[in-house]
């Protein structure tokens, strides 16, 4: 299936994009997640991270479908 991915901060800086477009075989938010991280070389685990599968946070065992855009989303540090 294909899938729309944002990255944000750090992940964005890891990643060397804010967005990409992939096709996988991932069946949720997890699996997605461990994907592109030993792909991209992310160093924040899962449990640091929240995901939004078409705007709307979700848990990670959410079922992906064709289509959706998914948002992995770190901590923010603010001053």
């Known amino acids: 299936m294909k899938l729309r ?3 944000y901060a750090l992940l964005r800086e890891q990643a060397g994009c804010s ?3 992939v096709e996988t075989a991932a069946i949720d938010g997890a699996s997605l997640y461990a994907e592109v991280a030993a ?6 685990a ?6 939004a599968i078409n705007g709307d946070f979700a848990e990670w065992s959410r079922p992906l479908a064709d289509g959706d855009e998914v948002v992995f989303i770190p901590p923010v540090a603010g001053g």
């Open 5 to 7: 991915i944002t990255y």
């Open 19 to 21: 967005a990409e477009s």
């Open 39 to 44: 792909r991209h070389g992310f160093r924040l």
């Open 46 to 51: 899962r449990e640091q991270l929240r995901v």
